[in-house]
């Protein structure tokens, strides 16, 4: 029986006679039919080992399979149910900030009471923003909310170390997109310390959203500390845009929000 993702992409691996392929030469394209094929064919300890969706989903370093760490790979999706995996390192580090925390001192004249309910990552983002804390940090008191939740990319065209890759119809999330005047800002939030992640989530998004403005689009990494009640922002960029690996930070800060 299969108990581990590991196991079950040892075993496409196997079936698919993938170890033989040389990703020096370029990635090994697969489709969530070959995986569903391959997985119904062996007892599983849970669905999540067969099922496509599940198997893909590698967002960080940490949840890459065995297989795809001894042979340094990752996998990307480029329309609906297919993937190339592919040679290198597809992740970015999100360093811890050393500087001293930002009190940073609400322009709400008043406390949110409903903003302490829960612990999602989506209200201290809300949070965040309506505390004008965003925008301070874009500099950019013009900032509205207008994206928000899943929808499709269109077609993308870009590199992976110089390897040509054609995306489209992939389905991303902005956790939240914030037009302004002169820019249009987008946020990949998380609610745990994070160390890395996978530039998909933030490129994929950067790119869409470079085809319905004109406007620069400029991306956020955003993480509220629930130890210390900081609030954490990173701002990437791609000093190619049409280079996935281009991804470099530009500047963080961490906030403690006081009520003025």
Request: aromatic share 12%; proline share 4%; glycine share 4%.
């Amino acid at each position: 029986m299969i108990t581990t993702k590991s196991e079950s992409w040892a075993e496409i691996f196997k079936r698919l006679d993938i170890d033989s392929h040389d990703f020096n030469k370029g990635p090994f394209e697969i489709t969530a039919n070959d995986i569903k094929e391959i997985t119904s064919t062996y007892a599983v300890a849970h669905n999540s080992y067969t099922e496509p969706r599940c198997l893909c989903k590698q967002d960080n370093r940490g949840e890459l399979p065995d297989i795809f760490k001894e042979k340094g790979l990752f996998i990307l999706p480029i329309k609906n149910g297919h993937y190339k995996i592919l040679k290198g390192d597809g992740y970015v580090d999100i360093p811890k900030i050393e500087s001293a925390p930002i009190d940073y001192y609400s322009k709400l004249d008043f406390e949110l009471d409903t903003s302490k309910v829960g612990d999602s990552e989506m209200q201290y983002l809300d949070k965040a923003y309506a505390s004008s804390m965003i925008r301070t940090f874009m500099n950019d008191p013009s900032l509205v909310l207008t994206i928000r939740g899943r929808k499709y990319t269109p077609s993308i065209d870009f590199t992976v170390n110089g390897e040509q890759i054609h995306a489209s119809s992939v389905q991303t999330e902005v956790d939240a997109g914030y037009e302004g005047k002169n820019q249009v800002v987008l946020i990949e939030a998380k609610n745990s310390q994070t160390d890395n992640t996978i530039i998909r989530q933030l490129y994929y998004p950067y790119r869409q959203w470079q085809k319905h403005t004109a406007k620069p689009v400029r991306t956020l990494f955003f993480e509220h500390d629930k130890h210390t009640d900081l609030y954490n922002i990173w701002e990437f960029e791609f000093t190619n845009p049409y280079e996935y690996t281009s991804i470099q930070l530009k500047r963080s800060a961490r906030f403690r929000i006081v009520n003025g």
